[in-house]
């Protein structure tokens, strides 16, 4: 859907104007889930645009350092599946930053998400839907 969103904008000439998202910088595991967050944000962007340059930035962003042990959760149970999960988007950002063609870019796109939903979804009431906000 988003590439044909793209195509429709290159077949017509109108290219969208990336929005500016201005968020609080902070650290640990907040600042980390932000800094995914914007990054997300930048590759949608190059995406719908489309715009290499804010693809790049997008996967770019992703290239963060990994969580450090002291911003994962303190669930044992949780603290395995959150590693890898984390070290999942790493992977992705790295395939993301060479992705050229807007079939791969789409493809790595899908495959972030897939890995957000899946650590998301490891506990519902701190991380997921469940949290009440």
Same mark, same amino acid.
């Given at each position: 859907?988003?590439?044909?969103?793209?195509?429709?904008?290159?077949?017509?000439?109108?290219?969208?104007?990336?929005?500016?998202?201005?968020?609080?910088?902070?650290?640990?595991?907040?600042?980390?889930?932000?800094?995914?967050?914007?990054?997300?944000?930048?590759?949608?962007?190059?995406?719908?645009?489309?715009?290499?340059?804010?693809?790049?930035?997008?996967?770019?962003? @992703?290239?963060?350092? $990994? %969580?450090?042990?002291?911003?994962?959760?303190? *669930?044992? &149970?949780? #603290?395995?599946?959150?590693?890898?999960?984390?070290?999942?988007?790493?992977?992705?950002?790295?395939?993301?930053? @060479?992705?050229?063609? $807007? %079939?791969?870019?789409?493809?790595?796109?899908? *495959?972030? &998400?897939? #890995?957000?939903?899946?650590?998301?979804?490891?506990?519902?009431?701190?991380?997921?839907?469940?949290?009440?906000?």
């Amino acid at each position: 859907m988003l590439r044909q969103c793209a195509e429709c904008h290159r077949a017509v000439g109108v290219m969208p104007s990336p929005s500016a998202i201005v968020r609080p910088d902070v650290g640990g595991l907040v600042g980390h889930m932000l800094e995914h967050q914007r990054a997300i944000d930048d590759l949608l962007q190059g995406l719908l645009i489309p715009s290499a340059p804010q693809w790049s930035r997008g996967a770019e962003r @992703l290239r963060v350092a $990994p %969580l450090r042990q002291g911003d994962l959760p303190r *669930d044992p &149970l949780l #603290t395995g599946s959150v590693k890898r999960a984390d070290a999942r988007v790493h992977q992705i950002a790295e395939q993301a930053v @060479l992705a050229s063609s $807007p %079939l791969s870019r789409a493809a790595a796109y899908g *495959d972030l &998400l897939a #890995t957000c939903a899946e650590c998301h979804g490891l506990h519902r009431k701190i991380w997921g839907p469940g949290r009440g906000f």
